[in-house]
């Protein structure tokens, strides 16, 4: 599977466990809605980088709200468990899924560019 299909992968999963976090688990707030904030431009990116001229452009949009999709619930669920300790609900389940959907992502961003480098390379 290339990189654009795993990150238009990426961008549903997101918006979909936003909208399970919101519409299905009962949490009527925004903060629900977090992960399609991350999963929108991971999408619209991915989709971008299926233009082959907008390939690098549309990738690194998309890799970079990946890395946003895996810091941000890190800040807010780690000084959580050290204040009020660790307590796994529907919130917490959705801020970890985040992270890591979006740190696997990352990973293999990273890889398709380091592949891409490469590919680069050889031809010249």
């Known amino acids: 599977m290339n990189i654009t299909k795993i990150g238009i992968n990426t ?8 909208l399970l976090g919101y519409l299905g ?29 907008k390939l690098k452009l549309g990738m690194h949009i998309a890799a970079t ?3 946003l999709g895996f810091l941000a619930p890190l800040g807010r669920i780690i000084p959580t468990a ?4 660790f307590e796994l ?4 389940g959705c801020m970890i ?3 890591l959907v979006s740190a696997i992502f990352v990973v293999q961003c990273i890889k398709s560019f ?3 480098r490469q590919a680069r390379s050889k031809e010249s």
């Open 97 to 99: 899924t985040m992270s």
């Open 82 to 85: 050290i204040k009020d300790g």
């Open 11 to 18: 961008g549903i999963i997101l918006i979909a466990l936003a």
């Open 89 to 92: 609900k529907l919130s917490t």
């Open 114 to 116: 380091k592949a891409a």
């Open 65 to 67: 709200f990946g890395l």
């Open 25 to 53: 688990g009962g949490m009527q707030s925004w903060t629900a809605l977090i992960p399609a904030i991350a999963g929108v431009p991971i999408l619209l990116g991915s989709l971008l980088a299926k233009n082959p001229d």
